[in-house]
């Protein structure tokens, strides 16, 4: 019964291993994704647009999230040329946030 504890014991270990280099894999992604979020939107932005993207995140950052989408996808599209300003990132979140109205009716 002795060895079986110790090859469980064992077993276990590197389970737990393997999953904390899962995770540290994982984190290590995300981080390198961001940084790669954060590079193209300074590509992509003007100082105070990419401000006004700063402060979008901590009030609506779903919205945030879906319109740094949408600037990497037109980006690479060859969309966008040259950096975007304040008021054409204005008028982007518009459109992307005036998709989400939408009108209940009562009969």
């Known amino acids: 019964m002795n060895e079986e504890e110790e090859i469980k014991k ?6 737990q291993e393997a999953m904390s280099q899962q995770v540290m894999q994982q984190s290590m992604y995300q981080q390198q994704q961001l940084d790669m979020l954060k590079m ?8 105070k647009a990419r401000e006004r993207i700063n402060n979008l995140k901590l009030v609506k950052p779903e919205l ?4 740094q989408i949408y600037l990497v996808q037109a980006y690479q599209a060859g969309q966008i040329r040259g950096k975007l300003s304040d008021e054409d990132l204005v008028t982007i979140l518009k459109k992307v946030d005036s998709k989400k109205d939408f009108k209940i009716t009562r009969k």
């Open 10 to 15: 064992r077993m276990m270990q590197r389970q």
């Open 40 to 47: 193209l939107m300074t590509e992509i932005l003007e100082p």
């Open 64 to 67: 945030a999230t879906q319109v």
